[in-house]
């Protein structure tokens, strides 16, 4: 069982900046890889970037050379640093971990970007 809790979403002007945490607890170390998706009012959940227990990374097309996808395993906490924002970026953000016997989502949190 692994608990997710997302922060730092917020509301920004086009071009700005932020950056989601997700940080983990229970039982961690059973992690393989780790997540970022969105879903818009309207849309599907879509993937946004990825992040395995190796460290290799995909992205999105949508978001390549703007979102960056970090993890800290000291503090069993993932990022997602968010640049250039787009009003298309608009959307909850969701954390999602998966393990061997499934996958764990987070709350969510609400990014809206102005134009």
């Known amino acids: 069982q692994v608990h997710l809790v997302e922060s730092g979403g917020g509301l920004v002007q086009a071009g700005g900046s932020l950056r989601l945490s997700c940080a983990a607890s229970g039982s961690t170390f059973s992690i393989n890889r780790m997540a970022w998706y969105r879903q818009a009012p309207g849309k599907q959940r879509e993937l946004v970037a990825l992040i395995t227990s190796g460290g290799t990374t995909n992205y999105a097309d949508s978001v390549k050379g703007r979102f960056t996808i970090s993890r800290d395993n000291a503090k069993d906490t993932v990022y997602l640093q968010m640049n250039a924002l787009k009003p298309e970026d608009t959307a909850v953000y969701y954390c999602?971990?998966?393990?061997?016997?499934?996958?764990?989502w987070g709350q969510g949190t609400q990014v809206t970007v102005s134009s």
């Open positions: 999602n971990a998966i393990l061997p016997l499934g996958g764990f």
